[in-house]
T-cell receptor
Framework: NAGVTQTPKFRILKIGQSMTLQCAQDMNHNYMYWYRQDPGMGLKLIYYSVGAGITDKGEVPNGYNVSRSTTEDFPLRLELAAPSQTSVYFC???????????FGNGTRLTVT | SQELEQSPQSLIVQEGKNLTINCTSSKTLYGLYWYKQKYGEGLIFLMMLQKGGEEKSHEKITAKLDEKKQQSSLHITASQPSHAGIYLCGADRSGGSNYKLTFGKGTLLTVNP
């Protein structure tokens, strides 16, 4: 049972490039989330999804897009990367809301 | 002021010592989650508290939510090097939704052998 799997683990982007952060879970959870974690700051919610086909903005959605075509996958798209998007990105899922989140190991992204 | 404050920011203890980490909210906590994070890894769920006065334990870690539901503490008894990491609290202050969880900035715990 893999839990929540994120790829890649590390990535360096140039300003203006685009990329997709992948997230997959095998726990059949309906709820999925994307967070970013910056040094000295708490986790900030970017986007979340309550089920396949349904997504909504979190606290810091600007510069990002998501899709949820299946229960298992919740990719995060960065268009026109900016230095302010340098961060560690975590994907998480939960069986219920409220309920404990299960996190992936994160993607460390640097935009230069 | 911080809406969710963790203290201390960092903590260095000798192996075998007890320690306490606090998480304080300016608003009522409808749910409080404790997580542990090791560098370069994701967050591992430790415990969830929802009722005032609730206390949960797992191995040598005990978490409590006060009666007023505005403060939670995480207590580690007889600390070991394996307890080292960053401890974060996550608070549900909206009344039943993961979408509005607020996370503390974390407490960095170092346990010296």
């Amino acid at each position: 049972n893999a839990g929540v799997t994120q790829t890649p683990k590390f990535r360096i982007l140039k300003i203006g490039q685009s990329m997709t952060l992948q997230c997959a879970q095998d726990m059949n959870h309906n709820y999925m989330y994307w967070y970013r974690q910056d040094p000295g700051m708490g986790l900030k919610l970017i986007y979340y999804s309550v089920g396949a086909g349904i997504t909504d903005k979190g606290e810091v959605p600007n510069g990002y897009n998501v899709s949820r075509s299946t229960t298992e996958d919740f990719p995060l798209r960065l268009e026109l990367a900016a230095p302010s998007q340098t961060s560690v990105y975590f994907c998480a899922s939960s069986y219920s809301s409220p309920g404990p989140l299960h996190f992936g190991n994160g993607t460390r992204l640097t935009v230069t | 002021s911080q809406e969710l404050e963790q203290s201390p920011q960092s903590l260095i203890v000798q192996e075998g010592k007890n320690l306490t980490i606090n998480c304080t909210s300016s608003k009522t906590l409808y749910g409080l989650y404790w997580y542990k994070q090791k560098y370069g890894e994701g967050l591992i769920f430790l415990m969830m508290l929802q009722k005032g006065g609730e206390e949960k334990s797992h191995e040598k870690i005990t978490a409590k939510l006060d009666e007023k539901k505005q403060q939670s503490s995480l207590h580690i008894t007889a600390s070991q090097p394996s307890h080292a990491g960053i401890y974060l609290c996550g608070a549900d202050r909206s009344g039943g939704s993961n979408y509005k969880l607020t996370f503390g900035k974390g407490t960095l715990l170092t346990v010296n052998p």
